[in-house]
């Protein structure tokens, strides 16, 4: 599938809308989760895509954008990447508070998509990549991830990765709404929000979610 052909398939499965915690960034999002899931299962399964997790605001990546835009000191001026971007919220997010440069980068071509759509809706430069970041450092400023750790083995290898550029000195920003694998003790707590969520994704329809700086130790 080409990239106009996966932005046309996002521009008729979603509607712009006003992320909740974060009203002033409009991004494609699902009407039905069910709806979507079921579509790309029927659809496009036979070519190995994986589920739309880029067409909804999940807590932690909406906990990371309210943050951000509440922060602009924590980017001003810097090279930032929105790491497993998804929809790109945060790296939107970190464009307005004035960010110099913003990477987005998710594995998912679909996701890959969305975000440069997203971006372009809400009127910020976002260089998309659409590639497995893990392991390598280009010498971002910030780094942002938001909801990576609901798989045991992913967040383990995702969080000594962040860790190694905790290390380095680079700003590791996490947002979590209390998922299993969140490495808790790694982790200094800075905010906190109440992000609204669908049963359709979520077991709550309103998530207490926490926006962390990774420790490099």
């Known amino acids: 599938m080409t990239e106009d052909e996966r932005a046309a398939f996002i521009r008729a499965h979603t509607r712009l809308r006003p992320v909740p915690l974060a009203p002033s ?13 079921s579509r790309t299962e029927d659809e496009m399964a036979t070519i190995g895509l994986p589920p739309p997790f ?17 922060h602009p000191d924590e980017t001003r001026g810097a090279h930032v990447l929105d790491f497993a971007a998804g929809s790109g919220l945060v790296g939107i997010a970190a464009a307005q508070a004035g960010a110099a440069r913003v990477e987005a980068c998710d594995i998912d071509l679909f996701a890959a998509t969305a975000a440069r759509l997203n971006g372009a809706e809400n009127a910020v430069a976002l260089h998309v990549r659409a590639q497995d970041l893990v392991g390598l450092d280009e010498g971002w400023d910030v780094v942002f991830a938001g909801d990576v750790s609901y798989e045991r083995d992913m967040a383990r290898r995702v969080t000594d990765w962040l860790r190694s550029l905790a290390r380095r ?43 962390f700086a990774l420790r490099d130790a």
Do not use: N
């Open 25 to 37: 960034i409009r991004i494609h999002t699902a009407d039905e989760a069910t709806v979507l899931w």
């Open 54 to 70: 880029w067409a909804f605001p999940w807590a932690g990546g909406q906990a990371l954008a309210r943050y951000a835009l509440d």
């Open 169 to 211: 000195g680079a700003r590791v920003l996490v947002g979590d709404p209390g998922r299993a694998y969140l490495a808790r003790g790694s982790m200094e707590p800075l905010a906190e929000y109440d992000a609204p969520t669908s049963r359709d994704i979520e077991d709550a329809e309103c998530k207490r979610t926490t926006v």
